[in-house]
């Protein structure tokens, strides 16, 4: 015994693939099988319950860990310190005498220096300015005084210099005070602004490190989302599959119709030539025996008409053999060339000429070059014999036969045209059973491209037409 062999990746991926394909289509089928309005009704409930699902386990979860809090830092960073003041260098006038005053002004107040000059100058000046330089002392000590500010004179400073360089001084001092008192506004401001920051980042760090120690923090983990978006995909998808899955169907119906049609439409054609065969059957070997009866009652009374009627019946015979065979052989039901009727009707209307004598006038009116034409077997036979048996025997003075051929509006047409009794006016009239199968023939080989009428003849008589699409056949009889 050999050992089972296992199943590959292969063949379990056919099988795979083969259950999942069978899947779809049951699947696609159930769709197609429900209306629209349930598919609506299905995919909203279908909605509702993944949104009532959306938050309940095992869809989602919580998970819930533990961490350690961090000190608050408390207090403000200080703020920056501000510049300080640059001194402030102001030189007497040109035209004043002396060197000049230097004065400075920084933390240890305003500092006012003469410069150094000739002695001769110095004294000139100092005596020239005493009691001036004593007097803009006394001022500058008490505005000094009012304002805060302290003043030294060296001696011998003119009075004119030390005004006017006191007066500059107390505008710089003025307006360095006011820049310093804006300065310390805009510090102020931005001081408690940074203060309540300050606060309020100190009050909610305070809110959550209100323990020391550790803290738990939860986190939400949950596929509510995912499946959520999972079944509107699957609800669009299923749409697109119901809709066109639905006309593959039904593309797939009509193809089965189709194909069911042209079976019965096979069926049917093979049932009307079964039937043709065995009106063919019946007809010919009565139409056989009374020929040979009638040879043999000519061979005593009239050897050569005789002999005519025996060479028309061995013509006719071996016209009517092909036609026989391929209706024996299921081939019947096909269409030959125009010549082969032909050559079938004219020995069956001498031997008709024969037995009816002077009842009987026929002409076969058919151009040598539509013989090659396309047209259905029999059935100009099957006129013929009715033009007879139903209208030219039946009259005791008989009448005449016309068959003709001729293109009329690029199609074959084909008549038979009797001087008869009338079309079911004889005693002896048909049950219309082969006007009937001549008819569902053409309906078969042509549609609506073909056509059978029935009309009266003038003076008496029927004329049946026959008309069939024209199309000439290569190597045909001729």
């Known amino acids: 015994m050999t050992a089972a062999t296992p199943p590959t990746s292969g063949s379990r991926w056919q099988r795979y693939a083969s259950g999942a394909l069978r899947a779809f289509h049951a699947y696609a089928n159930w769709l197609v099988g429900i209306s629209w309005k349930r598919f609506i009704v299905l995919a909203l409930a279908l909605l509702i319950v993944m949104g009532i699902l959306h938050d309940l386990p095992p869809f989602t979860w919580t998970i819930t860990e533990q961490i350690e809090n961090q000190p608050a830092r408390s207090g403000l960073p200080p703020p920056p310190p501000k510049p300080p003041k640059a001194p402030i260098r102001i030189e007497a006038p040109s035209g004043a005498g002396g060197g000049g005053v230097e004065i400075n002004i920084g933390k ?35 505005a000094a005084s009012a304002a805060g500010v302290h003043i030294t004179l060296p001696p011998g400073v003119a009075a004119d210099s030390v005004r006017e360089a006191v007066a500059e001084a107390r505008r710089q001092i003025e307006e360095s005070i006011r820049e310093a008192r804006r300065d310390a506004e805009e510090a102020a401001r931005d001081a408690a602004e940074a203060r309540r920051d300050a606060e309020a980042a100190i009050e909610e760090l305070s809110r959550v490190q209100a323990r020391p120690g550790k803290t738990k923090r939860t986190t939400r983990i949950g596929i509510g989302d995912f499946m959520m978006q999972f079944t509107t995909l699957w609800i669009l998808a299923s749409a697109i599959i119901k809709y066109t899955y639905k006309g593959q169907k039904q593309a797939e119906v009509k193809a089965a119709q189709a194909t069911e049609t042209a079976e019965a439409e096979s069926l049917r054609r093979q049932v009307v030539e079964a039937r043709m065969a065995a009106m063919q059957a019946q007809v010919e070997p009565h139409f056989l025996f009374n020929t040979l009866a009638s040879i043999d009652h000519l061979i005593e009374t009239d050897p050569k008409r005789a002999s005519e009627m025996q060479k028309n019946l061995i013509a006719l015979l071996r016209a009517s053999m092909p ?156």
């Open 108 to 142: 240890d107040g305003i500092r006012i220096v003469g410069r150094e000059s000739t002695p001769a100058q110095a004294a000139s000046a100092a005596e020239a300015a005493a009691e001036q330089a004593r007097r803009a002392a006394s001022a500058a000590d008490s």
């Open 323 to 478: 036609t026989m065979r391929e209706a024996a052989g299921g081939s019947g039901g096909g269409v030959r060339d125009l010549g082969r009727e032909i050559a079938v009707i004219r020995p069956y209307l001498e031997i008709l000429k024969v037995r009816m004598e002077e009842r009987l006038v026929t002409e076969v009116a058919v151009p040598d070059g539509l013989l090659s034409a396309e047209f259905p077997p029999m059935m100009i036979q099957t006129l013929v014999e009715n033009a007879i048996k139903h209208g030219l025997e039946p009259k005791p003075e008989g009448g005449s036969l016309r068959v003709a051929a001729e293109i009329v509006h690029g199609r074959l047409q084909m008549t038979v045209a009797d001087t008869g009794l009338g079309f079911g006016k004889a005693a002896t009239a048909g049950t219309g059973v082969g006007l009937a199968n001549i008819r569902e023939r053409l309906q078969l080989l042509y549609g609506p491209k073909a056509a059978l009428t029935v009309a009266e003849n003038q003076p008496s008589g029927t004329v049946v037409t026959i008309t069939v699409p024209y199309k000439s056949i290569e190597g045909a009889f001729a």
